[in-house]
């Protein structure tokens, strides 16, 4: 996973609380990515970013909302308004290489 | 649009036996293709990819895995299974070149190795 850190690793909220998830990379990647993961539906992408302070919407983006205010820091805010949010969170980097590195996950539990 | 069909849901193979971990895609052009592993609650590691050149491509672990057009197959292999290779594999499309635009991957195979 180096490279690339995502905190917190488990985090708890009760439901109608929007949350953060914080992703940094020190690998001087222009590119990054949000995923969500669920059991047996493989990774669906929520937004990604290809250059400072641009992001596009990705297949699951409603309910989500990221910044990229520089480029180490890709964070993602899970509003109140995305029905089903408890799931695995992974962020990713992409070299020019075409390799993307991913963080170690957050799993956000909602109640 | 890109996809990637990852058939097996399930892939159980004794330890020392070879194992195959099924892998087509769609893609408009050719396609850029990746192996990751994910073991429990943790991120996805590289293992490996194709790009161009060889259809036969090395990665880590022991692992290998081969481009295969006419097919549009890029099937995961290793010639003799460890019970460490237990864990959750995906592959992923992109077409070439596409810029930073993101990897499509498919739900994931499950393999586990039996003593």
């Known amino acids: 996973d180096g490279g690339i850190t995502q905190s917190p690793k488990y985090l708890f909220r009760k439901e109608g609380q929007n949350v953060t998830l914080s992703c940094e990379q020190n690998l001087n990647h222009d590119a990054m990515y949000w995923y969500r993961q669920d059991p047996g539906q493989g990774l669906r992408l929520i937004y990604y970013?290809?250059?400072?302070?641009?992001?596009q919407k990705g297949d699951i983006a409603e309910g989500y909302s990221v910044s990229r205010e520089k480029k180490e820091s890709f964070p993602l805010t899970v509003t109140s308004a995305q029905k089903n949010p408890t799931a695995f969170y992974l962020c990713a980097s992409r070299d020019q290489g075409n390799e993307q590195y991913f963080g170690p996950g957050t799993r956000l539990t909602v109640t | 649009a890109q996809s990637v069909a990852q058939p097996e849901d399930q892939v159980n193979v004794a330890e020392g036996n070879p194992l195959t971990v099924k892998c087509t895609y769609s893609?408009?052009?050719?396609?850029?293709l990746f192996w990751y592993v994910q073991y429990p609650n943790r991120g996805l590691q590289f293992l490996l990819k194709y790009i161009t050149g060889d259809n036969l491509v090395k990665g880590s672990y022991g692992f290998e895995a081969e481009f295969n057009k006419s097919q549009t197959s890029f099937h995961l292999k290793k010639p003799s299974a460890l019970v460490s290779d237990s864990a959750l594999y995906f592959c992923?499309?992109?077409?070439?070149?596409?810029?930073?635009?993101?990897?499509?991957f498919g739900k994931g195979t499950r393999l586990s190795v039996i003593a």
């Open positions: 893609v408009s052009g050719n396609p850029y």
């Open positions: 992923a499309v992109r077409a070439a070149p596409s810029g930073n635009t993101p990897l499509v």
């Open positions: 970013s290809q250059i400072v302070n641009d992001f």
